[in-house]
Every structure is written in C-alpha cells, then in structure tokens.
C-alpha cells in the first residue's frame, strides 16, 4: 500500500507564498512522474505542475513564473513553492505520485489540502 500526505496549505493574503509538501510512503519500488494538482469550488480537477523523475517539469499556463515544483527522491517527497499568489488559486490542492510497487504501478493521491488566498 502506498500512501500520499501533504502538508503546508492554509490562509495566506494576495501576493503571499506558501510551500506545499507531498511525501509518499509505503511499499515504494520506484516514483516516476510526481505532480499537483488543485480543484476550486465549482470547477474540474486541473494540473497545476508535474515533475519526471529526472526532474523535467511542466506547469499549467496560469501558474507559470510564480510556481515551482520540484522534488527529493531520497525522501519520495515533492514540493511546490508558490509566489505571488491570488485569489484565484484558491483550491484544495492534491498530490499526485505514478508509483511501482511489487505488485503493480498505478497513480495514487493525497488526501488534499487547503489553499485560501485572500483579496
């Protein structure tokens, strides 16, 4: 069994910053790609940025130059450090981790956490 736990959201004012933390444990062979994800009221579940292994990374158009993902493979923990925030990043914001484990490999999500940017 693999499990996701992020940390690190909360209440912050408009041009704020907040660090996301998603560690994965459990059964772990091996982590490919490692990525967030954030769904606000009303809306579909959308990519915010994603990270390979060899630490390639892509972001969503919105969040490009003020979000950054990256990530500890000691630790199978990811990051994602987020700058000038506004109020439309308000979301609960999810991790998401392709893992193999002995069995099989599959993609698995955190629990969510909440990000509210104040105007």
């Known amino acids: 069994q693999v499990q996701l736990v992020e940390s690190g959201g909360g209440l912050v004012q408009t041009g704020g910053s907040l660090r996301l933390s998603c560690a994965a444990s459990?059964?772990?062979?091996?982590?490919?790609?490692m990525g967030w994800y954030r769904q606000a009221p009303g809306k579909q579940r959308e990519m915010v940025a994603t990270?390979?292994?060899?630490?390639?990374?892509s972001y969503a158009d919105s969040v490009k130059g003020r979000f950054n993902i990256s990530r500890d493979n000691y630790k199978n923990t990811v990051y994602l450090q987020m700058n000038s925030l506004t109020p439309e990043d308000t979301a609960v914001y999810y991790c998401?981790?392709?893992?193999?484990?002995?069995?099989?490999?599959?993609?698995?999500w955190g629990q969510g956490t909440q990000v509210t940017v104040s105007s």
């Open positions: 459990g059964s772990i062979f091996r982590i490919a790609a």
């Open positions: 998401n981790a392709n893992v193999r484990t002995r069995e099989r490999r599959g993609d698995y």
């Open positions: 990270i390979t292994a060899g630490s390639s990374t």
